[in-house]
């Protein structure tokens, strides 16, 4: 597997660093990340600093040994599980709740659960006060891999997903992969789809690993913690040469995108939560390399390993019900990846190879939804 070159260990954990010049932070990845957390929220209290946290409800009731020595003693704010909690009235009633609490600019929040969980706090952070800090604490696959690094925070609206949001890089990410042991198997096997996904766009020796497991990983793989460093590492890269996603075509931001156009109108259509992101994601995967093989791209044995490997995981490889094409059609223009009125699409040369294309045709993107049961 391909990682950031230069990382550092501390007895079992790993460490990378998002570089961002003064706002460059690190992200640990270990087991038992109890007493650094704690040592992290001890730091601002010693100083007289307010902490607050926002927590994930499922993950308190999973997992309450993880939760309960760092919810003791600050202020929490349950965040409900699931994508319905990425509204305008949730994060009302965070502001809501940091106001009450006298949050201050010196403050910090903590936002302790998956994606959802995440992506709330982190927007809520980013506008109160204009600002102030936040730490990720991941605790879902997906969450770990993927949202928790690079800064993007935001909430859904009914028209399509992120579509309000800002960039603001937390300060600090602790992945604690023992979490992951008490994780339902369908947001375990969800994650697994953006882990598969950056084997597709950018590292072909990800990918061919995960292809020639003869056992699926699961919460008990040893070799999780590396997976996990992995794509952490790629995505760190990543954000540090394209940080709010300007840049075009090969090496972008934008690439993170793959399949994930897709994934956005398949959860605004069927309705929050009908599909896990990492579900939608799966289908989007396929439906990209569809897309890309229509361009000219990747073989006809790539699709067949892609979809044996998404079963592999008991991910959709195409829609559970019928969706109706000219409504995905519709989500799809009010992506935020529009540009100019067109739709951008990250689309693979070969599985490693991506780059991101504003020219495709309508009939190209109907004739993929059709093939995975829109019309």
């Known amino acids: ?214 056992v699926p990983l699961s919460p008990s793989s040893p070799e999780l913690k590396e997976i996990v460093f992995c794509c952490c590492s790629d995505k760190a890269r990543i954000v540090e040469q394209d940080e709010k996603e300007t840049s075009e075509g090969a090496g972008g931001r934008a690439l993170l995108n793959l399949g994930h156009t897709f994934a956005h109108a398949i959860e605004a259509v069927s309705g929050y939560g009908t599909y896990l992101h990492g579900e939608a994601v799966a289908i989007g995967l396929v439906c990209a390399l569809r897309l890309s093989r229509i361009r000219g791209g990747c073989q006809d044995h790539d699709e067949e390993i892609l979809i044996e490997l998404l079963r592999s995981y008991k991910l959709p490889v195409a829609l559970d019900k019928h969706l109706p094409l000219p409504d995905l059609m519709n989500v799809m223009e009010s992506d935020k990846k529009v540009v100019a009125g067109k739709l951008r699409f990250v689309l693979m040369q070969e599985i490693g190879v991506s780059q991101v294309i504003g020219e495709v045709g309508a009939g190209e993107v109907e004739s993929v939804w059709k093939s995975v049961g829109a019309g």
């Not at 038992?32 to 926002?54: S, T, Y």
């Not at 997992?63 to 699931?82: L, M, Q, V, W, Y």
């Open 1 to 214: 597997m391909q990682v950031e070159q230069g990382k550092m260990e501390e007895g079992t954990n790993k460490q990378l660093e998002v570089r961002l010049g003064e706002r460059t932070y690190p992200i640990t990845i270990g087991s038992g990340l109890g007493d650094l957390l704690m040592e992290e929220r001890g730091r601002f209290l010693k100083q007289g600093r307010k902490v607050v946290a926002v927590f994930d409800e499922g993950l308190v009731e999973a997992n309450p040994d993880f939760c309960t020595e760092f919810r003791a003693g600050i202020p929490c704010f349950p965040a409900p599980s699931g994508e319905s909690t990425k509204s305008v009235d949730c994060l009302a009633g965070l502001w809501d709740f940091l106001s009450g609490q006298k949050v201050d600019r010196s403050s910090a929040l903590f936002a302790v659960g998956g994606g959802v969980t995440g992506d709330l706090s982190g927007f809520a952070a980013a506008s109160y006060l204009r600002g102030i800090s936040f730490f990720q604490v991941p605790t879902t696959l997906l969450a770990m891999v993927d949202s928790s690094v690079g800064g993007k925070t935001g909430i859904n609206l009914s028209s399509g997903k992120n579509l309000v949001g800002a960039f603001h890089q937390p300060r600090g990410v602790f992945v604690d992969v023992d979490c992951l042991r008490t994780l339902p198997s369908r947001e375990f096997s969800a994650g697994m789809a953006e882990v598969i996904k950056y084997g597709m766009l950018g590292n072909p020796t990800l990918y061919q690993e995960l292809v020639g497991r003869t």
